[in-house]
């Protein structure tokens, strides 16, 4: 039963991504559709704790006892929910999940080799080092693949033509890489918020209450960074005002230049509204499982569940998403990728 709740938790945070870009663009800001996912999740934790008779048993006295970074797991999934936000149009549902993926198998795996964040030690091994080579292999398939089997299938072809073809298939792009490297940064966050979450939830005798109080200060970290970028927009709208382009309108967060409107505009929908609670039990379901299954298993059950999910969502355009067909190569890369953590984890 702990395996399979795994899985399903896991398959929730591709569409948590999918629900909070829609609520971006209803929005207008990544950062207030964070906001907003959090404080409905804050709201359904809130509900749960009572429900579940969890108590509360923060305190000074508890607050002075704990280590400084066991309060960093709400920060750490504001990065990497807004972070989700950002990258799912550039990258699509499977590089969006796959990139974070590897950041958090090579940070979890520095954390179990060096025992931070009261995990338990994990000598490094062969078998790990194995494991960590195949999972980059993945990954590089997942990611990589397409492009490359695209420029062999293309190969007569003029380059400009194949340069063109390559853009309108979203497979070209420097700056693909650079929002992927943002998603192995994401990965790392990720990790760290599992393991502090993890003893949070072991000091606090309950995983429900960790993962509010996990939610309570990410809460106030974006009800901060929202109430900044208000004000920045409103100087800036003032400074700018009347200068607005045809085609757009004047966007504070890209320094006063026009931006493009969304290309549809989409009527508010109920499940617009519930990834904040979907990210609650995500992030619940990891507090409560890493002491239970250890952090290795948990890794890889998750990880499971949100490969799963996201080719899902790409092959089918869940919820509106883009479609976007998943290759047989993609589907070699993340067997691989799942040999490699199952070996880092398991072996």
Known sequence: MPLLFAVLIGALLPLQTVINT??????????????????????????????????????????????????????????????????????????????????????????????????????????????????????????????????????????????????????????????????????????????????????????????????LVGLVILAVAVLIETLQRSVRRSATEGSSGANGTVDAANDGKTAPKPPVKQPVKWWHWIGGALGATFVYGNAMLAPLLGTGLTVVVVLLGQLGGSLVVDQFGVLGAARRPVKAIQLCGVVVLIAGAALMRLG
Not at 65 to 92: E, K, S, Y
Not at 117 to 145: E, K, Y
Not at 168 to 194: D, N, V
Request: charged share 10%; proline share 4%; with cysteine.
């Open 22 to 215: 829609r609520l971006r663009w209803l929005l207008h800001s990544p950062l207030r559709a964070s906001l907003a996912s959090f404080g409905v999740g804050t709201a359904y934790l809130i509900i749960a704790v009572i429900a579940s008779d969890a108590g509360w048993p923060i305190s000074r006295s508890f607050i002075a006892q704990q280590p400084w970074w066991i309060w960093l797991g709400g920060a750490c999934g504001v990065v990497f929910l807004t972070g989700n936000i950002v990258l799912f149009p550039r990258l699509g549902s499977v590089q969006t999940v796959v990139m974070p993926i590897l950041g958090q198998i090579l940070a979890a795996d520095v954390i179990d080799s060096c025992g931070w964040f009261d995990a338990q030690v994990r000598p490094w091994s062969w078998s790990r080092a194995t494991g960590t080579c195949l999972a980059i292999a993945g990954m590089l398939l997942v990611v990589a693949g397409p492009d490359v089997l695209y420029r062999r299938i293309h190969s007569d072809q003029p380059a400009t033509d194949v340069s063109q073809g390559r853009e309108l298939h979203g497979r070209a792009g420097a700056g693909r890489w650079i929002w992927r490297l943002a998603g192995l940064g994401m990965g790392t966050l990720s990790a760290m918020q599992t393991s502090v979450n993890g003893a949070l939830g072991v000091h606090m005798h309950s995983a429900i209450a960790a993962s509010l109080v996990s939610f």
